[in-house]
């Protein structure tokens, strides 16, 4: 979901990457549902494995939850989300999850760009 308004809310200005220590075999079906329901589909995206080359290529690293199975690097910028878990859960609860991510994603678009939206 964070990729999605990332990819979103940036208009192209920011490269995404998105990634998981242990990822599922398929993007949440619930979180899909909810996401659309804000007008962006994430049904095409497909889960990866965090590798470090990814995460020496970026700027900002953005974990939630993946603890020591994350890999760090000095002057890399590293924002842990302790957000709830989506997986497993109905629709109803990911749109909490859903609407923080977003608030937290726009935070970050106007530290990146310095631009509000």
């Known amino acids: 979901m964070a990729a999605g308004f990332l ?10 990457r998105s990634a998981g220590s242990i990822p599922g ?3 949440n079906p619930a979180a899909v ?9 994430i049904s095409h995206a497909t889960p ?3 590798t ?3 995460v020496q290529a970026s700027d900002v690293v953005i974990t939630m939850g993946c603890g020591d199975a994350c890999p760090i690097f000095p002057g890399k910028r590293y924002l842990d989300w302790a957000l709830d878990d989506p997986a497993g ?3 109803d609860a990911v749109r909490a999850i859903r609407d923080e991510i977003e608030k937290r994603i726009r935070t970050l678009i106007t530290e990146i760009t310095g631009e509000q939206d």
Request: glycine content about 12%; charged content about 30%; cysteine-free.
């Open 7 to 16: 990819e979103h809310l940036g208009q192209g200005a920011i490269e995404v």
């Open 48 to 50: 990866k494995v965090l």
């Open 25 to 27: 075999d398929r993007v």
């Open 89 to 91: 859960q109905g629709v």
């Open 52 to 54: 470090t080359e990814a």
């Open 33 to 41: 549902e909810a996401m659309k329901e804000v007008g962006i589909d």
